[in-house]
């Protein structure tokens, strides 16, 4: 089986390789594309392979210009470090999703998840139009503001003023650079999907927070993150262990 990986990171591409290649001896990983103009180039000169292996979050972009500029009609699996956003749009249209870091066990139920489907995909026309929808789904234009209804008056705030959004007993409620805060209609999953994830990072459960509002992190217990920021919040910021190491990736973009 011909298969391409799109990933900027080495280690992550040549743990990837290795691992197909001690599952299946007869996958042959063609190329290792390591950023969107150099994919693009590729597919535009080469026969599509079976399967491509592909991040998300390029250092020159997201792999969505890939599949936009060449239209492959190759099934794709998604690997990502903590793009849930794109995760929630992928998961009924393409063919699986890994988290990084990649598990053996995990990969293997990719592949014979693909090997399952292979006999049975669809028409190269309507697996076309499948993956056209998803990247129109995926070009998203994000609020720029919110309106909040605050005694007796409807406020427009701007997103950018955002601190973070907290959320806790069915109660949702965003806190701005001025310190107020105000409740808000929406809950915390919808204001997610409505906010840059380039900006905005969901932190837990109960809270989403604004990169320009974080002004030191911290180790905490078990290998979670302490997250301190220029506004007073409700109660720590605690990030997870699993997303710990996708929040330190994300702060250095």
Request: hydrophobic letters at 40%.
């Amino acid at each position: 089986m011909r298969v391409v990986i799109i990933e900027d990171e080495t280690k992550t591409a040549r743990e990837l390789k290795g691992m197909l290649q001690d599952l299946d001896s007869e996958i042959q990983v063609e190329v290792i594309l390591a950023s969107v103009a150099s994919a693009i180039s590729w597919f535009k000169e080469n026969a599509a392979p079976e399967l491509i292996f592909s991040d998300i979050q390029l250092g020159d972009g997201l792999s969505f210009e890939v599949f936009k500029e060449v239209q492959t009609e190759s099934p794709v699996i998604f690997c990502t470090a903590f793009d849930e956003y794109a995760i929630r749009a992928f998961e009924s249209n393409s063919i699986d999703y890994l988290l990084k870091p990649l598990e053996e066990e995990k990969l293997q139920k990719s592949l014979e998840k693909y090997t399952r489907f292979k006999e049975h995909l669809v028409s190269d026309s309507l697996r076309k139009a499948n993956m056209n929808k998803v990247l129109t789904q995926m070009d998203v234009t994000y609020k720029q503001n919110i309106l909040v209804h605050y005694k007796e008056k409807i406020l427009p705030i701007r997103v950018a003023d955002i601190q973070f959004v907290y959320g806790s007993n069915g109660v949702v409620q965003i806190c701005t650079s001025d310190r107020r805060s105000y409740p808000i209609h929406y809950t915390i999953e919808q204001m997610e999907s409505m906010l840059n994830p380039g900006q905005f990072f969901r932190a837990n459960r109960k809270f989403i927070v604004n990169r320009e509002a974080i002004q030191n992190i911290e180790h905490y217990f078990n290998r979670k993150l302490f997250v301190s920021t220029s506004c007073e919040t409700p109660e720590k910021i605690v990030v997870s262990k699993m997303k710990s190491q996708p929040f330190l990736k994300w702060m250095e973009q």
